[in-house]
C-alpha cells in the first residue's frame, strides 16, 4: 500500500505517513489505531507506538536510565529546574515547549509520558532512597506561570512526605556553593556508583572510581550548604503561599 492510500485509509496526510515511516515523528495514538483497523492487526501497532514511546530515549541517556532502575540511592543536586522525576505534568510540559518550541503537541504528550514513567522506579517494593538538593533558584524560576509553579512546590511537599524522599533547599543566602553545575550521583548497591551530568546537547556517565569519589565528596558539601529538610519544606511552603496569594511575579 502506498502513502497516499494508507493515508486516505487512516484519514492522515501522505506527509504524515511518510514522517512516521522514516522516524520523523512519533504516530499518535489514534493514528496506531487507524494502522490496525486497516491492516486487521488488532492491538499491534498500539503495542509497537507503547514500546516506541517506553524506548524514544537518546543513545546518550539510556545508560543512565538502565542504572536509574538499579539504584538503591538517587542523589540529585539541581540548580535552576527541578528534576524531571520530581516534576507536574505542567511543569514538564513547559520545560519540553522551552527546549522545542517547534514540537507538536503529540511529541511533547510522548516526552512528558516518557518522564512519568521514570517515577516507577520510587513505586517498586524496595524503592531508592531520593535525596534532592535544590539550590533556591530552581523556586524562584517561574516555570509555566504562579499557578504552575504552586502546583510544583505543592507536589514537592506531598512527595517529601515519604521515608524514601529527603528534599534540602540551598538558600540564596549560603553564597557560593561547591559547584554551580547540576549532577546525580547513583548508587547500585553497595559496590558500585556511577555520576551522571549534562551539556548542552548531550549527558555523560561516568563509572570512574575518580569520578564518583569527587561527586560524592561535592555532593557532601552542597548538603553542608543545605537548609535541614524539616526548614526546607518551611521554605518551599512559603514559597507556595506566595504564589497562590499572587504575592510572586
Known sequence: MTQQKLGSATNYGRSYVAMVENGGRLG???????????????????????????????????????????????????????????????????????????????????????????????????????????????????????????EQLAHLLEVAQSPHVVIQVIPFSAGAVATDQPFVVLAIGEASSIV???ALNAGRVDESTAAVAEAAETYDRLRAAALSPNDSLVLIRKLMEEYTHGNRP
Open 28 to 150: 499518535s495514538e489514534e493514528f496506531a489505531a487507524s494502522l490496525d483497523r486497516v491492516c486487521g492487526t488488532p492491538g499491534r501497532f498500539e503495542r509497537l507506538r507503547e514500546r516506541a514511546v517506553r524506548l524514544g530515549y537518546p543513545a546518550w541517556f539510556v545508560p543512565y536510565l538502565k542504572a536509574e532502575r538499579e539504584a538503591t540511592q538517587i542523589c540529585d543536586y539541581s540548580t535552576s529546574l527541578i528534576m524531571g522525576m520530581l516534576q507536574t505534568e505542567a511543569y514538564a510540559r513547559s520545560v519540553f515547549r522551552a527546549a522545542n518550541p517547534h514540537e507538536d503537541e503529540e511529541t511533547t504528550r510522548s516526552r512528558i509520558a516518557r518522564r512519568f514513567r521514570r517515577r516507577q522506579v520510587m513505586g517498586r517494593e524496595n524503592p531508592p532512597l531520593l535525596r534532592e538538593i535544590l539550590h533556591e533558584a530552581c523556586l524562584h524560576t517561574v516555570v509555566g506561570g504562579p499557578a504552575d509553579m504552586r
Open 196 to 198: 551522571y551530568s549534562e
